[in-house]
């Protein structure tokens, strides 16, 4: 399949689950500034599809990356996490100004990064180039799609590190504790 056939494909995925049509309305409706909705969300959407499952794999969060160089503040996070669980609060909502990510990144993560200028620029340092993947709903229903490593590795499930920011050893944990391959056996992993 070329780009824009994995595009149309994962439209459609999209729009035909309700539970990720429900997330998606309800960011839209917070609409914190240059949202996206993204990574785990969209890999289990796809892959499971892909394996033939019926029963969806959650994620044990719902990604929110939106961008506000407005407030800085650890409490902006704070505030859109609450107003989004407010409207639906059977979701665990992990909601992150990316314009603040290089105040704590070092911090957390022991290495220090440039600030950057939107949502889609942060997708694109996600951990796996499969969940560097992200979607809005746009007033008309129709979806804008940021993909910034395309589309194949997520419909070829192929789970491989972003360098951007993770190190072996993180992906090599992430892949351990999210049970990739006991998830979805049929992910090829690429390991460097």
């Known amino acids: 399949m070329n780009e824009a056939a994995y595009e149309t494909k994962l439209r459609q995925l999209i729009i035909q689950n309700e539970r990720v049509m429900t997330i998606l309305r309800t960011v839209r409706r917070c609409?914190?500034?240059?949202?996206?909705?993204?990574?785990?969300?969209?890999?289990?959407?796809?892959?499971?599809?892909?394996?033939?499952?019926?029963?969806?794999?959650?994620?044990?969060?719902?990604?929110?990356?939106?961008?506000?160089?407005?407030?800085?503040?650890?409490?902006?996070?704070?505030?859109?996490?609450?107003?989004?669980?407010?409207?639906?609060?059977?979701?665990?909502?992990?909601?992150?100004?990316?314009?603040?990510?290089?105040?704590?990144?070092?911090?957390?993560?022991?290495?220090?990064?440039?600030?950057?200028?939107?949502?889609?620029?942060?997708?694109?340092?996600?951990?796996?180039?499969?969940?560097?993947?992200?979607?809005?709903?746009?007033?008309?229903d129709s979806l804008y799609i940021v993909a910034p490593f395309g589309l194949d590795d997520l419909f070829q499930m192929i789970l491989r590190r972003n360098p951007s920011r993770v190190t072996v050893e993180q992906f090599r944990q992430r892949l351990h504790d999210k049970q990739i391959r006991q998830k979805w056996p049929q992910v090829r992993v690429i390991d460097q």
């Open 31 to 140: 609409h914190p500034p240059d949202w996206l909705v993204g990574a785990g969300v969209l890999r289990n959407l796809v892959w499971d599809h892909l394996h033939g499952f019926t029963q969806p794999h959650l994620p044990r969060d719902i990604d929110v990356a939106f961008f506000d160089p407005t407030d800085l503040s650890p409490e902006r996070d704070v505030k859109v996490t609450a107003q989004l669980a407010a409207i639906l609060p059977t979701v665990e909502w992990e909601a992150t100004n990316q314009a603040a990510v290089h105040l704590w990144f070092g911090a957390e993560f022991g290495r220090e990064v440039a600030p950057l200028c939107s949502a889609a620029e942060a997708i694109a340092t996600w951990p796996e180039t499969a969940t560097c993947t992200a979607v809005r709903l746009l007033r008309d």
